[in-house]
Every structure is written in structure tokens, then in C-alpha cells.
């Protein structure tokens, strides 16, 4: 029996992407470095130690981890501000989950601070109470250890978990341990796969 719907990243609730690529150019700007929109976009979606490791193979330019974090925040945060929308139908469907007493986690390699700020500008910090964020891991995906802490923190089996997340390759180590999956593609895809595995 399903019990929990853990979503994998931020993505798969609003699209907080076009802030923060504006923010870190912004940085780049001021730091001199110079990279392809392909080789910016490419960095998306990686944990931010490995984002600092191949900007530095890039550019040459190796940033210090908080300075970098700091300075992109405090300019995609300013951005967000007002801005920054849940997907269209996130909140019917965490209130039909609610009614289902099924528990809604997340599990980010983002800061667990600017996860808990998107959460609030879209307004749906209220169904999560339990996230893991990049403060809590030792080992990025694809390593399972996020899930594992997921799993650990919810006190559940993979088997009673549905894994979301808008990378295929992510949903890999949640198969692996039993849990059911959805590549998030927009709202009405989502709930009605959910529908079918509930």
C-alpha cells in the first residue's frame, strides 16, 4: 500500500530554472567566466560541489562553495520574489493525497534553505514535513544515498513509496529499491499516473 509520494527535486512543482540561470549569469558577469548557454544549462540539475567542479574545468575559475551559493541565492531569491509559481494543479492534487493520508516528502541535492524558499513563495510548504537536502548527504545521485535517507526518515519501505522526478536517469536508484516511479512531464501527466498506482 502506498503510503508516500516523495518528489526528487523543486522541478517537478514549479519551474524556479530561468531565475536561477539569470542569477548565476549574473555571477559569471562579475567573476569573468565565460560559458556556451549549452555548457550553463548543462550544469542544471547537478548537485552544486559537482556544478563548482566542472565551471572550474571549463572556465579555470574554481569558486569557493559558499561565496558561489551566496551570491547566486541572493540574486535568484530577489527574482523569485513574487514571481515564482507552483505548476498549475499541484495544490488540488496534494489535497487530494492529503485526503488519502498519503505523507508528500522531498528529497533535493538543493540547500535545504532554498528548497524551503520555493516552498513558501509557491505556497505549498504545507504538505511537506519531512525533506533530505545536500546538508544531509555525503553522495550525489546516481548514488542511492538520498533515498536511502529518505526512506529512513519516513520509517518506510521502497515498496510503500511512488518516486518523482523530472530525469529518467534518477528514477534508477528508487526502482533499485522497490519504490514505484514517474518521470514528471507536467500536472495532468503526473496525476494520472498517480491515479493508476494508487
Given at each position: 500500500?502506498?503510503?508516500?509520494?516523495i518528489?526528487?527535486?523543486?522541478r517537478?512543482l514549479c519551474?524556479?530554472?530561468?531565475?536561477?540561470?539569470?542569477?548565476?549569469?549574473k555571477?559569471?558577469?562579475?567573476?569573468?567566466?565565460?560559458?556556451?548557454?549549452?555548457?550553463?544549462?548543462?550544469?542544471?540539475?547537478?548537485?552544486?560541489?559537482?556544478?563548482?567542479?566542472?565551471?572550474?574545468?571549463?572556465?579555470?575559475?574554481?569558486?569557493d562553495?559558499?561565496?558561489?551559493?551566496?551570491?547566486?541565492?541572493?540574486?535568484s531569491n530577489?527574482?523569485?520574489?513574487?514571481n515564482?509559481?507552483?505548476f498549475?494543479?499541484m495544490?488540488?492534487?496534494?489535497?487530494?493525497?492529503?485526503?488519502?493520508?498519503?505523507e508528500?516528502?522531498?528529497?533535493?541535492?538543493?540547500?535545504?534553505?532554498?528548497?524551503?524558499?520555493?516552498?513558501k513563495?509557491?505556497?505549498?510548504d504545507?504538505?511537506?514535513?519531512?525533506?533530505?537536502?545536500?546538508?544531509d548527504?555525503?553522495?550525489?545521485?546516481?548514488?542511492?544515498?538520498?533515498?536511502?535517507?529518505?526512506?529512513?526518515?519516513?520509517?518506510?519501505?521502497?515498496?510503500?513509496?511512488?518516486?518523482?522526478?523530472v530525469?529518467?536517469?534518477?528514477?534508477?536508484?528508487?526502482?533499485?529499491?522497490?519504490m514505484k516511479t514517474?518521470?514528471?512531464?507536467n500536472?495532468?501527466?503526473?496525476?494520472?499516473?498517480?491515479?493508476?498506482?494508487?
Open positions: 500500500m502506498i503510503k508516500n509520494v518528489f526528487g527535486t523543486t517537478t519551474n524556479p530554472l530561468p531565475f536561477i540561470l539569470k542569477a548565476r549569469n555571477v559569471f558577469e562579475r567573476h569573468n567566466v565565460k560559458l556556451t548557454n549549452d555548457e550553463s544549462n548543462a550544469l542544471v540539475g547537478k548537485a552544486l560541489t559537482e556544478q563548482l567542479e566542472e565551471i572550474h574545468k571549463l572556465s579555470g575559475i574554481k569558486f562553495w559558499d561565496k558561489f551559493s551566496k551570491e547566486t541565492k541572493e540574486n530577489e527574482l523569485m520574489k513574487g515564482l509559481k507552483a498549475e494543479g495544490e488540488s492534487l496534494f489535497e487530494e493525497l492529503k485526503e488519502k493520508r498519503i508528500i516528502a522531498i528529497s533535493s541535492q538543493n540547500l535545504k534553505e532554498n528548497v524551503l524558499f520555493y516552498l513563495e509557491i505556497n505549498l504545507k504538505y511537506f514535513k519531512k525533506m533530505i537536502t545536500i546538508e548527504l555525503e553522495k550525489f545521485r546516481p548514488h542511492p544515498q538520498i533515498l536511502e535517507l529518505m526512506l529512513k526518515k519516513l520509517e518506510q519501505e521502497g515498496k510503500d513509496c511512488i518516486y518523482v522526478d530525469k529518467k536517469e534518477n528514477l534508477v536508484p528508487a526502482k533499485k529499491l522497490g514517474i518521470l514528471f512531464e500536472p495532468e501527466q503526473l496525476k494520472k499516473e498517480l491515479k493508476e498506482l494508487l
